[in-house]
């Protein structure tokens, strides 16, 4: 292969562990991040059986359990009246079907285990504070060029750089994230502080109109994460600023009781503006192609988002590898093989919003169909968590120890 590194545009979940899975491989890599340090926003984060796969042949999968808090169950209730609608035990039956657990992670935990492992190949570097503003490639080098002037050279450039990417503008051209009307607030608070009858290893999530709130444990049980999720057509745009609690509380005013102590628990809130894009099949470019939420962002109703760059990123690495050198081909192969894995996720997304947020007869049937499936064993996410032949066959993840909350 050529001397020159390939370029990776974004150093959050998606460009590091790009970033790794190509030094896995014997690839050297630039990583180009603008922000003056790798860093994640202070919230949690759904992992997958899926990704606990990707973890286990990245050599994640020790520093992710040390991590993560695994909570023993998913229960869905209705905002409204506080009934438990269905309840999921994330059990040994759960583990042996998906031959991995699902667990639930600190963001800053997350990126560092996976900066960690970066810093200690020697295929990597890393450079913060280098916002990537123009790319051109001329079909054996790839130019990125920051703000400040500087350039760089590399054999290939792969685009995280997330949801308003920079390089997708420059490779696919198709304006703006859709705005989907929804509003995200999240808060991380001290599980001492956490409501005593709701300090249970359970996630928890609470449907409403045009609402929902999702608490869970984080950190092996030091932190509760609490996302709470409502539909607002004030804003446009807008990314981990401060949320309004007038707001909020307007929008829970006529949920159940604990749903509002839930909410009162929290001084501070950040707000995320949530969008998506439709699929698309083309995010590649030559030399240059994109991953993560710069090929296909998504909703966070699957929780699925980092899940999905993080499977793009070894996805893309056997196929870098399989070509042998040839980066075009490489990267279209990539993108034939992932862009309807993550269409589905990109769509089945907007669907469970609509269940989450269902009023009126839908409220009434989503309840009925949710009690039916409890009945029946649960709901059959293969689709999802299951094993995809386009990533490598794991035949094991270990089963994590039970989490245990500090009080
Ligand atoms: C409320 C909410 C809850 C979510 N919950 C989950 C969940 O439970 N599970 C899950 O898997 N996903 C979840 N997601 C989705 C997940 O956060 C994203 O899918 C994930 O962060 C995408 O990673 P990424 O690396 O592609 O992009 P990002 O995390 O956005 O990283 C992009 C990086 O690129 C950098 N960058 C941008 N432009 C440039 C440039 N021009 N030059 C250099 N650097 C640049 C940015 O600074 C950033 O570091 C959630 C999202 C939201 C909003």
Redesign the pocket.
Known sequence: MSQKPVLV???????LATALALSRKGIAVQV????PE?KEIG?????GPN?FRMFEVLGLTEQMFHWSAFPSGLEFRDSITGETVMELAIDKRFHDKYHAPYGVIHRSDLLNVILDACKQSNLIKLATS????TIDDDGSTVTARTDTGETYQGSALIG???????VREKIVGDGKPVVSGHI?Y?AVLPTAEWPAEYRIPKMIVWCGEKTHLVHYPLRRGELFNL?V?FHSDRYEEGWDTYGDPTELHARFAEKCEPVRTLLQKVNAWKM?V?CDRPPIKNWTKGRITL????AH??L?YL???????MEDAVCLAIQLEASGGDYAAAFQKYQELRYLRTARVQLMARVFGEIYHASGVNRELRNKVLREWMTQGGVDMSWLYGEQPELPHVENVPQPPPTRLMS
Do not use: Y
């Open positions: 545009v974004g150093g959050g979940i998606g460009g180009l991040e603008q922000a790798f919230a949690g984060i759904q992992l990704v280098q916002k990537i503003v995280c750089d997330g949801l308003w990417s920079t995200a999240r996302v999720v995320w949530l991953l993560g939420d710069a962002p998504m966070q929780a699925q988002g980092g899940n999905m760059a």
